[in-house]
């Protein structure tokens, strides 16, 4: 597709249940980072991705976080044992290769995730 | 600790006025300043600044940086209800540092 797709848009679920959420970058984008926003706030960094490889997760909030990317391009990200603190919109990004601002992030429409 | 501030964090004005937003950063090893427009979803890109006094300009929206006194601003001219959204600015060292965006209201 020519932008970055995320699905679902929309998920809400029960607390305590896992939700795995999918990121299919822009063709040829080989970086792609997790961010979380909450209502009315701003983006909060979770992870970034260069290829496969995840040399920044400093942003994952708890062990209960986990990404992963295969083939270089759709990533999944999954939260264990959801909270009702884990409710927020989650955004994808994608770039093209190259160092961290010479290239913009391009991002998808985001997955709102409701935990009752 | 790296930080990028924008303000005002509120505006709101009416249709046909001139408004200026601005982000000021304290990053080490800066690379490049970034403004998106998030509206209802998705931030869409809107400019990306690497060197300090060059304009970057697009339809009514326009931006600069200033390196030397570690700020950006845009401004929008002639605004527009569409022009209604969070303006968010985002500086690149080794990673993307987020300001908390300014929220624009533009009245009919």
């Known amino acids: 597709g020519a932008g970055v797709s995320q699905s679902p848009s929309n998920k809400v679920t029960e607390k305590g249940k896992d939700v795995e959420l999918r990121c299919d970058p822009i063709s040829g984008h080989t970086a792609l980072y997790w961010y979380r926003q909450s209502l009315g706030q701003g983006l909060e960094f979770l992870i970034y991705f260069q290829g496969n490889s995840a040399p920044d997760k400093s942003g994952l909030p708890s062990d209960r976080f986990s990404a992963e990317r295969t083939g270089g391009s759709v990533s999944t990200l999954t939260i264990q044992r959801t909270q009702q603190e884990d409710s927020a919109v989650y955004l994808c990004?994608?770039?093209?290769?190259?160092?961290?601002?010479?290239?913009?992030?391009?991002f998808g429409d985001g997955t709102r995730l409701s935990i009752l | 600790e790296d930080k990028v501030v924008q303000s005002p964090l509120s505006l709101v004005v009416h249709e046909g006025d001139t408004v200026t937003l601005n982000c000021s950063y304290e990053v080490t090893n800066f690379r490049s300043l970034l403004w998106y427009k998030q509206e209802k979803k998705a931030p869409t890109f809107l400019f990306m600044l690497?060197?300090s006094g060059i304009e970057k300009k697009s339809g009514r929206l326009s931006s600069i940086l200033d390196k030397k006194e570690l700020f950006s601003i845009l401004n929008i001219t002639a605004t527009q209800t569409g022009d209604s959204a969070v303006y968010l600015c985002?500086?690149?060292?080794?990673?993307?540092?987020w300001g908390a965006g300014t929220k624009l209201i533009i009245k009919p």
């Open positions: 690497t060197s």
């Open positions: 985002a500086v690149t060292n080794y990673q993307l540092i």
């Open positions: 990004a994608s770039r093209l290769p190259g160092p961290q601002g010479g290239q913009p992030q391009h």
